[in-house]
């Protein structure tokens, strides 16, 4: 089992060292947590606050936000979960004909708790929740005591005491600043279900999708990798003796469609993308709605304007993932109806409303003036203005329709029947973040803050020459004297590519000295002539032998290994702290270039130029590439640089194996609605997987029922940065 140890201090700190091979075990129960989360304590939400009676009153220095709708949820709290609600106030209705109140001259909300009215019990926990929509402000754990004398055995940093019978009036503020925080929020959710998040779960589906695009390899089953990443023992193209590399050291399995089943333990792949962007989404609506129709003010009109913009623009981004991801989904947004049945749209009505979304943040940021904090980013990051949010908009455009084909036949152009407008693509491109039009090309980029709240799990594991490595049908195109494909030990020696980002596969002063090469089992340069992204082991097989030698691989990626995990961090710093880019400036190159080609009226000569900027170099930030011959605009140069330049930033290279008939025989192209999801709103419990399609059908649910679930999706990365070092050693430590 891999073991990974991180520490969640609130400062961020290292990953400790520690990936030795061990025996899968079961993780070890969290221990109880009980605790009090707003503005005051801990790491609750800005600009939320507790007040009395629960709590001492806080000093505020915000503007007070009225008019919201609100909930206040209580439930019976075991220390790692929430029980069903005992009771639920909304500014409607509530228990008693209680309801959440907006008092403006005590600049709160109120609800009044008559706990007589429950039947408490002494010995258990309650939690008190106030929910915005879908969204967590801030809770507090209750303990319930007989009389005021019990109230000094009270820790008050975690409880508040309530005596058994008497009424607690539950106050609290909200400021502008927690809308703020809410939206932050809500785009944090997105990009930790795409990158992995702090929790490092293994129902995180990116690294599986990677191993399934043989773009990185890894024989742990840590994600299910090993369960759905089997080789293929018979020809098949580009393999005339399949892919298992001749013999196995254990049985051949092949690749298998999903698991849609919730008896299965292999089904969690299936649902980490879908509850977390739905997440993501219910955040964004609830947010939209709070200032279309309450008239929210942020801090000042162009604060608003920004996060007006940026909100749709994580609506834009979770439906996109959904229609690239599945074969059906839910439309909703700010203005569904929460009492009116929704329907499951197929993916090409999922993707046309994310492409809507997409041309309503461009429109509003090319008109509006402003500048997104670095915050929106993993803080410190990164700051962008209202014309680089425009140019990530038209990237994300431009990657969801060119992504958006399960197969070559949809890939092709909607001229020759496919389902591609391969000029839209270019139009958008032309328009993305690796147009000079808009100032300096530039590559998005989040900021790592050691996995507490902001985590490219993605890169921890893909760059970790110790646990994963490129796949040796990268390695052959970047050498294909040196690196066979299937993998061959005996036909494996240091290579020699005349591409720089591998070259003779030693590890480059600049990413770390001989010691930290002989670590991870590199020879260090002598000569100038390493790898700028790829590093050739002599600890050829690091995989178990047991699981078959189609695992192994002796290159590995080091381009962002400063973000890896199990020491493999030649920089020095805490591992998992630093920028990251989510989408390079050469993906929307490469994504332009490809669009070029492919249309009606192909433009070879702009397509390769555009490709030479990583084939060639130096890229659109000047820094240096492959310097290999130039390319005159071929489909074949466009893969190789998809094939070597993409991985680790991101599942693309998943995305483009899929669209041009590349993936390895019996592997699924897209994820069916969750059964899991399904089963829960009483539908009919479809279990296909694969490509298959469900049978025609279009099931229905009220959005109440879908929000419902939403809510109580998995938010690892919202809960795991309140944990101690060893609740997170036992939930990490796992290789299986």
């Not at 329907?343 to 309503?360: E, M, S, V, W």
Request: some cysteine.
């Amino acid at each position: 089992m891999r073991r990974l140890t991180i520490a969640t201090s609130l400062a961020a700190v290292l990953f400790a060292l520690g990936c030795e091979d061990e025996p899968a075990t079961a993780p070890a129960a969290a221990r109880p947590q009980f605790e009090i989360s707003d503005a005051g304590h801990g790491m609750g939400t800005p600009g939320f606050y507790f007040l009395p009676p629960m709590l001492a009153a806080p000093t505020f220095t915000g503007t007070f936000v009225s008019g919201l709708t609100l909930e206040v949820e209580i439930c019976v709290w075991n220390g790692t979960a929430c029980g069903a609600p005992i009771a639920t106030f909304t500014t409607e209705t509530g228990p008693g004909s209680e309801t959440v109140r907006v008092d403006p001259e005590a600049e709160q909300y109120t609800v009044k708790w008559h706990t007589g009215q429950f039947g408490l019990d002494s010995a258990k926990t309650y939690r008190i929740r106030a929910l915005f929509g879908s969204t967590e402000l801030g809770h507090a754990d209750v303990a319930v005591i007989t009389s005021g004398r019990a109230r000094k055995s009270v820790n008050l940093v975690e409880f508040v005491p309530v005596i058994n019978g008497q009424t607690l009036s539950i106050n609290f503020r909200i400021e502008d600043r927690a809308i703020f925080a809410l939206a932050v929020r809500a785009m944090q959710a997105w990009y930790n279900t795409s990158q992995g998040g702090p929790s490092g779960a293994d129902a995180y589906s990116g690294l599986t999708l990677s191993v399934m695009a043989k773009s990185h390899v890894a024989a742990w089953n840590n994600y299910n990798i090993r369960f759905y990443s089997g080789c293929t023992d018979y020809a098949f193209p580009g393999y005339p003796a399949g892919s298992c590399g001749g013999s196995s050291e254990g049985a051949p399995y092949p690749r298998t469609e999903w698991q849609n089943d919730p008896a299965s333990a292999q089904r969690a792949q299936i649902e980490w993308f879908w509850y977390g962007y739905y997440g993501a989404l219910s955040s964004a609506n609830d947010l939209l709605r709070a200032i279309g129709t309450n008239g929210v003010v942020i801090t000042n009109p162009s604060t608003t304007n920004m996060v007006e913009t940026m909100v749709p623009l994580v609506q834009a981004l979770s439906l996109s993932d959904i229609a690239l991801n599945y074969d059906k989904g839910f439309i909703v947004d700010e203005n569904s109806d929460a009492n009116s049945a929704l329907t499951l749209f197929p993916r090409r009505q999922i993707r046309d409303a994310a492409l809507a979304k997409f041309n309503a943040v461009i429109t509003r940021a090319t008109a509006n003036p402003f500048t997104v904090p670095g915050s929106f980013f993993g803080g410190p990051g990164i700051t962008y203005d209202n014309v680089k949010i425009a140019q990530i908009a038209n990237t994300m455009a431009a990657r969801l329709l060119a992504y958006f084909p399960r197969d070559a036949a949809e890939n092709a152009d909607v001229s020759a029947g496919g389902q591609v407008d391969w000029a839209k693509v270019a139009s958008y491109a032309s328009k993305g973040i690796s147009s000079p039009t808009g100032g300096a090309p530039f590559d998005w980029v989040f900021h790592q803050d050691g996995c507490i709240a902001w985590c490219d799990f993605f890169k921890t594991w893909t760059n970790d020459m110790t646990t994963m490595r490129i796949h040796t049908r990268v390695a052959h195109l970047m050498d294909p004297a040196t690196q066979p494909d299937p993998w061959s030990l005996a036909a494996n020696s240091p290579p020699n590519s005349g591409d720089h980002r591998l070259g003779d596969g030693t590890l480059r002063p600049e990413r770390g000295g001989a010691a930290f090469a002989d670590f991870i089992g590199v020879n260090p340069d002598f000569t100038g002539n390493g790898g700028y992204d790829y590093a050739w082991s002599f600890r050829q097989e690091i995989q178990r032998r047991t699981r078959g030698l189609w695992h192994q691989s002796a290159i590995g990626q080091v381009r962002y290994d400063s973000l890896a995990t199990c020491g493999d961090n030649p920089q020095g710093s805490a591992a998992g702290v630093g920028d990251a880019p989510i989408v390079l400036a050469a993906e929307n190159d490469l994504i332009w270039a490809e669009a070029l080609m492919r249309q009606a009226a192909p433009d070879l000569a702009t397509a390769a130029t555009l490709v030479n900027y990583t084939r060639v170099g130096p890229d659109r930030l000047g820094r240096p590439r492959g310097g290999l011959p130039p390319s005159t605009g071929t489909l074949a140069d466009l893969q190789y640089e998809q094939d070597v330049e993409l991985p680790g930033s991101n599942i693309a290279p998943f995305f483009n194996q899929r669209r041009i008939d590349n993936l390895e025989p019996l592997t699924p192209h897209e994820m069916p609605v969750p059964a899991k999801q399904l089963n829960a709103l009483q539908l009919p419990l479809y279990t296909w997987g694969g490509a298959n399609n469900p049978p025609n059908s279009s099931p229905t649910a009220s959005a109440s029922a879908v929000a419902a679930i939403v809510q109580n999706a998995p938010r690892v990365w919202v809960e795991l940065h309140r944990q101690a070092r060893a609740e997170l050693n036992a939930i990490l430590s796992r290789r299986r």
